[in-house]
């Protein structure tokens, strides 16, 4: 019974190792350069990874999703068109007045 009890926690101890190295291969891969950073900043691995765990939740609760073309042509014009202005304005602009 003792035996049965011992290849059993082995086993989960086994599991969960397994999973910590997953969880920070991942993070690694995920933000690269920027793990090793976070890990210095919070002078340790645990609140490092706790960090960089929480940025992927906030991003991932963010409602990001491509523009349309349509949506991008029309932002692109609108960056390319001149802020409108009062006529004074322009009369500024022009003569330096």
Do not use: N
């Not at 969880?23 to 350069?33: A, I, M, S, V, W």
């Not at 691995?45 to 960090?51: I, N, Q, T, V």
């Amino acid at each position: 019974m003792i035996i049965i009890a011992v290849v059993v926690v082995l086993a989960l101890c086994t599991v969960a190792a397994w999973m910590v190295a997953t969880r920070r291969r991942k993070l690694r891969e995920q933000f690269g350069p920027e793990y090793e950073r976070a890990v210095e900043a919070k002078h340790g691995r645990r609140a490092g990874e706790r960090e960089l765990r929480e940025r992927e939740e906030r991003h991932d609760a963010l409602d990001i999703r491509a523009s349309g073309r349509t949506e991008r042509d029309r932002r692109r014009k609108a960056e390319r068109r001149p802020a409108p202005c009062s006529s004074a304005g322009w009369r500024c602009a022009i003569d330096g007045t």
